[in-house]
Every structure is written in structure tokens, then in C-alpha cells.
């Protein structure tokens, strides 16, 4: 499992910890995640197994996400549309995102795939 560093100059709490929103179908790799990286730094962490699930919990805003973690290591789903989708979700007035995104991967991703989604906003980190 890679190791993370989350920054505290900027976050935003969920009282005295961080609250991030993890997309990932895989349900092992959610919890080794939730277990092994995000709990050890303080992160309160909701997990959804779908983009859709995803996007009403961002779209209803009943809770704010510092961070939207999604697990981009299935070569199948159209991420970059994805990603698209849950950052439009995550939009203020003034079109910016409110949350910041990580993207995760156990796969290693090409360099295009990984430029796309960075020049989208989003960070990415390849789990080795």
C-alpha cells in the first residue's frame, strides 16, 4: 500500500478530522485504504462502490468532502468522464472545485492517462 501524505494547511474537518468521499468498487482494496493510509492520518472516510452513488452524495451536499478519492486501477470505465462528472458535482458559484480529488491506482497508468487527469485538477498516485 502506498503511503499518502495528507496536508493540514488547508483542510477541511469534519470536527477534528478531515472528511473525504472514496469511490471505489473494489471492497478489499477500500478497506486496506480506509485501514492502512486514511484512518492512521485522521480522515473520516465515507465509501461508495459507483460513480452514481458518488455523485448524489456530492450533488445533495449532505456532507462536505475535503477530499474525493477515487480508485482509477479498473481499466474499463471511462475515468477522465467520470472525474469529470464528480468535479462539475463539487462546483461553488464560482465554478471552482470545492473538494480536492485523488485519483489511486494498483495499476500502473500510462503517462497520458496521468497528464490528463492532472491537467483536470486532480492528483495521482500509484500504489506499488
Known sequence: ??????????????????????LDSDVAHAERLITQVLAPQNVAVEHVR??????????????????????VSANGPPWHRILQRLEHAC?????????????????????GFILRIEQMGARYAYEQ
Open 1 to 22: 500500500m502506498a503511503h499518502i501524505q495528507l496536508g493540514t494547511e488547508s483542510g477541511r474537518f469534519l470536527g477534528n478530522r478531515y472528511s473525504a468521499l472514496l
Open 91 to 111: 462546483q461553488r458559484v464560482n465554478g471552482r472545485a470545492t473538494s480536492l480529488f485523488l485519483c489511486v491506482s494498483e495499476t500502473p497508468k500510462e503517462t
Open 50 to 71: 459507483s460513480s452514481e452513488e458518488a455523485l448524489v452524495k456530492l450533488k445533495h451536499r449532505m456532507r462536505y468532502y475535503a477530499l474525493v478519492i477515487v480508485n
